[in-house]
């Protein structure tokens, strides 16, 4: 019998080595922000399919494009207001060098894509007036930054919710030997469910090693096949508009993608949020994916990338899947 796949020694997106990931939050105002930072100009790119996205520089993402790199990618709380996190993240790049160079003497231009979810609806103080907290806890991400990272109500997760359950940040990764590792990290914000009709699983359970979000089995005699499920409560709590929820994050591996191929690696990932949530990609939601290479390990010619990129692409799906169940997991195991 071949010998499966293993997590990587921390089951985190920075088994990926050359990411890191800082958290912060604001606990008066029930938000939070969390940064993927990289440690060099990596290669990325990005798919959303949610209906309504709150995103930021997905278009210098955009494999027809020039840039088609990433120095760090943010995700946030707060809507439109969290996008300001990239900036407070921008400038402290900045500050330390990082970013492109296109004049000697002029700052440093860090390519910083951003994408947010809808958490003004909890009982934060979102008195802000003209000074929300988010390029602030943007910076703070930059002095956080560490390879062994919070899971669950943390960062960008600390005021999400899954359907009408705590949401938060997760993880995962997945070793597919040679040095070719592929890992997620999410924070799960959706109106959809992520859990079995009966209560007692994770949509995303066949996928669970190690009994990493819990090891809960449904009952296979509960049918799934209500579309839509709810019990009314998504509509009294105000989640089921544009924009009101969301599961955004960021795939990657350590193969020398190209900008394409990660665009192709996070398209692929989107599956594994759907076998994670349902329903997903919605109206309602912002679902965003980018995806990351590092390039530390080449996959072949031509003519041998595409079943290599395939295989990350469906491992990204699986990481993606149980990054969500283990944010989750970790949001109400901590509660």
């Known amino acids: 019998m071949p010998k499966l ?4 020694p921390r089951n985190l997106i920075s088994d990926v080595a050359g990411l890191t990931v800082g958290h912060a939050h604001d606990p008066g105002a029930g938000t939070g922000v969390t940064t993927v930072f990289c440690d060099d100009f990596y290669n990325a790119s990005v798919d959303v399919r949610g209906g309504g996205p709150g995103v930021r520089e997905t278009e210098t993402l955009s494999p027809e494009n020039l840039v088609g790199r990433a120095h760090a990618f943010v995700f946030a709380g707060g809507s439109v207001f969290g996008l300001g996190a990239a900036d407070g993240v921008v400038s402290g790049l900045s500050a330390r060098g990082v970013g492109l160079h296109l004049k000697p003497g002029s700052p440093a231009i860090p390519i910083v894509p951003a994408a947010v979810l809808h958490d003004l609806a909890n009982p934060g ?9 988010y390029r602030r806890l943007g ?8 390879a062994d990272f919070a899971l669950g109500s943390a960062g960008a997760g600390f005021g999400a919710m899954a359907g009408l359950i705590k949401g938060g940040v997760g993880s995962a990764s997945i070793d597919l030997g040679d040095g070719l590792i592929v890992a997620a990290l999410v924070v799960a914000n959706p109106v959809g469910s992520v859990m079995t009709p009966d209560g007692k699983a ?5 996928f669970e090693i190690d009994g990493e979000f819990g090891g809960g089995r449904p009952d296979l005699d509960v049918p799934a096949i209500d579309p839509v499920p709810d019990d009314g409560r998504l509509a009294t709590l105000g989640r089921l508009q544009t924009g009101a929820a969301t599961t955004i994050g960021v795939v990657a591996t350590t193969a020398d993608l190209t900008t394409a191929e990660c665009r192709r690696m996070a398209m692929m990932a989107h599956d594994g949020l759907a076998r994670a949530v349902r329903p997903a990609h919605m109206p309602f939601d912002g679902d965003t994916l980018f995806g990351v290479a590092t390039g530390a390990v080449g996959i072949g010619d031509r003519d041998a990338r595409p079943a290599v990129l395939a295989a990350i692409g469906s491992a990204a799906a699986d990481c993606t899947a149980r990054a969500i169940a283990r944010g989750v997991y ?4 901590t509660a």
């Open 202 to 206: 994770f949509w995303a359970w066949p």
């Open 5 to 8: 796949p293993r997590p990587g």
């Open 330 to 333: 970790e949001a109400l195991r």
């Open 125 to 133: 103080d979102k008195a802000w007036g003209l000074e929300p907290p």
């Open 139 to 146: 910076l703070q991400t930059l002095d956080a930054a560490t």
